[in-house]
């Protein structure tokens, strides 16, 4: 299971670098403008150049609406920006063809610039709350369109949870269905150290966070902590010893850097 953890700024970033053998990813978001909110092209620059080479940059493109174009436009100004993994939040389709047409947008707009990036249709476990596309159709509609890997997170902040949202078993389920297609499956939403093992038995391949790496596990007025990173990643590494069956799978090979 690979670990991404979503810096706000450069001062995060610098932060994440500290800790960087503990982490596999750095995202760059903007907590303030929602749940994958999309943060300022010179800042997913700079936080390129603060974080090492060898560290792939994610960069969320918003908790998007439903306008194709614009959304594409956004994704191509994050890769031209310098991510290699770009994540888009469905949360103005309230249909999987939506959600398909604007992926395939991002897609095309991101593939044509660099054939290698990574791109993430990302749902959210509590779509009921805010009407957008049920999660267990993600791992379609980032098939049909061409995406790399379907991601849950959660949309609305409010301290409820991934879980609570999406039982243990459903989520086996979205991960069963993103393998069935080749796809990554990642997984968010105010995650916990206590959830990491059954997040490792269900086979997840990303697992990101925020909150549990901050000080006072708050996402918006906490700090992401060097020493926190290290000890949410010894947990993972505890219950990939417990359960190697969950994670000897062959998906990381689609992970770029």
Same mark, same amino acid.
């Given at each position: 299971?690979?670990?991404?953890?979503?810096?706000?700024?450069?001062?995060?970033?610098?932060?994440?670098?500290?800790?960087?053998?503990?982490?596999?990813?750095?995202?760059?978001?903007?907590?303030?403008?929602?749940?994958?909110?999309?943060? /300022?092209?010179?800042?997913?620059? =700079?936080?390129?150049?603060?974080?090492?080479?060898?560290?792939?940059?994610?960069?969320?493109?918003?908790?998007?609406?439903?306008?194709?174009?614009?959304?594409?436009?956004?994704?191509?100004?994050?890769?031209?920006?310098?991510?290699? /993994?770009?994540?888009?939040?469905? /949360?103005?389709?309230?249909?999987?063809?939506?959600?398909? =047409?604007?992926?395939?947008?991002?897609?095309?707009?991101?593939?044509?610039?660099?054939?290698?990036?990574?791109?993430?249709?990302?749902?959210?476990?509590?779509?009921?709350?805010?009407?957008?596309?049920?999660?267990?159709?993600?791992?379609?509609?980032?098939?049909?369109?061409?995406?790399?890997?379907?991601?849950?997170?959660?949309?609305?902040?409010?301290?409820?949870?991934?879980?609570?949202?999406?039982?243990?078993?459903?989520?086996?389920?979205?991960?069963?269905?993103?393998?069935?297609?080749?796809?990554?499956?990642?997984?968010?939403?105010?995650?916990?150290?206590?959830?990491?093992?059954?997040?490792?038995?269900?086979?997840?391949?990303?697992?990101?966070?925020?909150?549990?790496?901050?000080?006072?596990?708050?996402?918006?007025?906490?700090?992401?902590?060097?020493?926190?990173?290290?000890?949410?990643?010894?947990?993972?590494?505890?219950?990939?010893?417990?359960?190697?069956?969950?994670?000897?799978?062959?998906?990381?090979?689609?992970?770029?850097?």
């Amino acid at each position: 299971m690979l670990l991404l953890i979503s810096p706000d700024g450069v001062e995060e970033a610098l932060q994440c670098a500290k800790a960087a053998e503990h982490l596999d990813i750095v995202d760059v978001k903007k907590p303030d403008e929602g749940s994958l909110g999309a943060n /300022y092209p010179w800042v997913i620059r =700079e936080i390129r150049a603060a974080v090492p080479a060898d560290k792939p940059v994610s960069a969320t493109v918003g908790d998007v609406p439903f306008k194709p174009g614009t959304v594409a436009q956004a994704a191509l100004g994050a890769a031209v920006s310098g991510a290699t /993994y770009i994540k888009v939040g469905l /949360y103005g389709c309230t249909t999987p063809e939506q959600a398909i =047409e604007v992926m395939r947008g991002v897609v095309r707009a991101v593939k044509d610039h660099r054939p290698d990036a990574f791109v993430v249709a990302s749902g959210y476990a509590d779509a009921h709350r805010i009407g957008s596309v049920n999660p267990l159709a993600l791992p379609d509609v980032a098939r049909r369109s061409g995406s790399d890997a379907a991601m849950l997170d959660t949309a609305i902040k409010d301290g409820t949870r991934l879980f609570d949202h999406v039982p243990p078993e459903v989520c086996a389920e979205f991960v069963r269905l993103a393998h069935q297609a080749d796809l990554l499956a990642a997984l968010a939403g105010s995650v916990t150290r206590a959830d990491l093992g059954a997040l490792t038995r269900i086979g997840t391949d990303i697992v990101g966070v925020r909150g549990a790496v901050c000080e006072g596990g708050d996402r918006n007025s906490g700090r992401i902590q060097p020493h926190l990173v290290a000890a949410f990643r010894a947990e993972m590494d505890r219950h990939a010893r417990e359960h190697p069956a969950a994670t000897a799978d062959n998906h990381r090979s689609k992970v770029v850097s």
